[in-house]
T-cell receptor, first 116, second 113 residues
Framework: KAGVTQTPRYLIKTRGQQVTLSCSPI?????VSWYQQTPGQGLQFLFE???????NKGNFPGRFSGRQFSNSRSEMNVSTLELGDSALYLC???????????????FGAGTRLSVL | GESVGLHLPTLSVQEGDNSIINCAYS??????FIWYKQESGKGPQFIID?????DKRQGQRVTVLLNKTVKHLSLQIAATQPGDSAVYFC????????????FGTGTQLKVEL
């Protein structure tokens, strides 16, 4: 069974640009969450999608957005990039929303974004 | 508020010894805890989880202990191997928090030959 796939693996952008990252969850998984990982702030939750709806959101500015498609694939977008947005962006998938039953989240290898 | 902290940023152990990685959490509403291992250039890899109605859970060479009284979590790795070298994160999930995980800062485990 294929794991969580994130594309691209590496990206270099300049300030002010916008970027879109993609995540394909494990087959059958319907929940996708996004995290930002930096040396200074560690792993921080961005948002969670389930059934094409955002179910949870972290403390990030509105420049960070996402969506989920009917096949559970997800994209996140960052507009008007800032230097501080340089980070490893990780996607995690799980079977369900986790409301009633907890379920394991499996992570992809991430997309390394560098903003120059 | 939510916070998950680790006591030690770096842990060095000899190959074959047991490793203990600690984690403190502050939110008593957390009901699910997970340990992840992250190797360089890779995403976090699930190791073991535990729910708040348990105080111990064992896996292959790993044991997680949960002390809700002092809000403390630990990961024990038996017979540590060079392949165990990585950064280990604890994460907590709040009741009603969906799949949102709050991560600790991480502990770098170094296995010396």
């Amino acid at each position: 069974k294929a794991g969580v796939t994130q594309t691209p693996r590496y990206l270099i952008k300049t300030r002010g640009q916008q970027v879109t990252l993609s995540c394909s969850p494990i087959s059958g998984h319907r929940s996708v969450s996004w995290y930002q990982q930096t040396p200074g702030q560690g792993l921080q939750f961005l948002f969670e999608y389930f059934s094409e709806t955002q179910r949870n959101k972290g403390n990030f500015p509105g420049r960070f957005s996402g969506r989920q498609f009917s096949n559970s694939r997800s994209e996140m977008n960052v507009s008007t990039l800032e230097l501080g947005d340089s980070a490893l962006y990780l996607c995690a998938s799980s079977l369900t929303q986790g409301a009633q039953f907890k379920n394991i989240q499996y992570f992809g290898a991430g997309t390394r974004l560098s903003v120059l | 508020g939510e916070s998950v902290g680790l006591h030690l940023p770096t842990l060095s152990v000899q190959e074959g010894d047991n490793s203990i990685i600690n984690c403190a959490y502050s939110n008593s509403a957390s009901d699910y805890f997970i340990w992840y291992k992250q190797e360089s250039g890779k995403g976090p890899q699930f190791i073991i989880d535990i729910r708040s109605n348990m105080d111990k859970r064992q896996g292959q060479r790993v044991t997680v202990l949960l002390n809700k009284t002092v809000k403390h979590l630990s990961l024990q790795i038996a017979a540590t191997q060079p392949g165990d070298s990585a950064v280990y994160f604890c994460a907590e999930n709040l009741t009603g928090g969906g799949n949102k995980l709050t991560f600790g800062t991480g502990t770098q485990l170094k296995v010396e030959l």
